[in-house]
């Protein structure tokens, strides 16, 4: 972790689904502070010089930070199931709605310029990977599970005996 760098981990005060942001203007305010802060704070991956005079010396690469429902409420001081709450809150919803936008546009974003895995970003937003396996009666079954795939070929192979 950089010198300086600010252990959103340690936000939360006490125990519990506490709604600490009575005003959701205070939850968007904190919100801004995160996005910022994932902004201010980039990962860094350690990487070979791969020729030159400093060829075989380690050093740092940023690499950008997504941002992510988790990590928001972290850095809010909150449990995901709190902002579930919110969520459900009439005069929270159009925030905690505009913050899953700005998450999503980060994500997606980061992914078409290659800055983000796309496996990665799909299974956080729930996206599945879907195959085509065709079936000998002409009947196409999508599927998300390479197991499921495997099992569905195992079971077509078998019935073509």
Known sequence: MARGQKKCYTNRGCDGEELIYQQPKDLLS??????????????HKQELIKSGTRAGELIGI??????????LCVFCGISTGT????????????????????????????ECIGAYNTAVINK?????DKQEV???????????????????EALKESLSK
């Open 134 to 152: 065709n079936m000998p009666t002409g009947l196409t079954i999508n599927v998300i599970s390479p197991e499921a795939k495997d099992n569905l």
């Open 30 to 43: 904190q919100a801004y502070k995160y996005f910022d802060w994932c902004n201010d704070n980039p990962w």
């Open 62 to 71: 940023p690499i950008v930070r997504p941002y992510t429902l988790e990590g």
């Open 83 to 110: 902002f579930c709450h919110y969520e459900e809150r009439e005069d929270f919803v159009a925030v905690t709605t505009h913050l899953q936008e700005i998450i999503r546009q980060n994500q997606i974003e980061g």
């Open 124 to 128: 956080i937003q729930g996206l599945a």
